[in-house]
């Protein structure tokens, strides 16, 4: 995590993402929460491509609404979840506003702290 890049942090939230959103549709009762998982990984997908050059259109940056789901959605619930989604909207925010990106890790003194008992209360959300 030391060495993490931008794509890096992206990542992981994508695949949570796409976890939580495989979990949600094998569920038979999700409580209509399947349209929330599957725009979050719509909009990571989006990130990432703008991150890697692929997308070069950053305007729907602006419409991105992940970060607004993990704090009224997940946030209690998910914990690790909420933590990578609001790492990929920090991030997706700086793109936006044209900055130079400053990684959580990088802004956020407790980061290392708050990771490490992430891990330890829900170890199977690490990968590694």
Known sequence: MINDTAIDYINRALALARVRHAEILAAKNN?????IYSSIVQQLIYL?????GQEKDKSKLKEFTMGLYAAKEFEASDPVFADRIFSASFI????RMGLK????????SDYYERQKKLRNEHPNDFQG
């Open 31 to 35: 409580g209509g929460l399947e349209p």
């Open 48 to 52: 990432k491509n703008v991150v890697t």
């Open 92 to 95: 997706a925010h700086q793109i």
């Open 101 to 108: 990106i400053k990684l959580p890790h990088e802004v956020e």
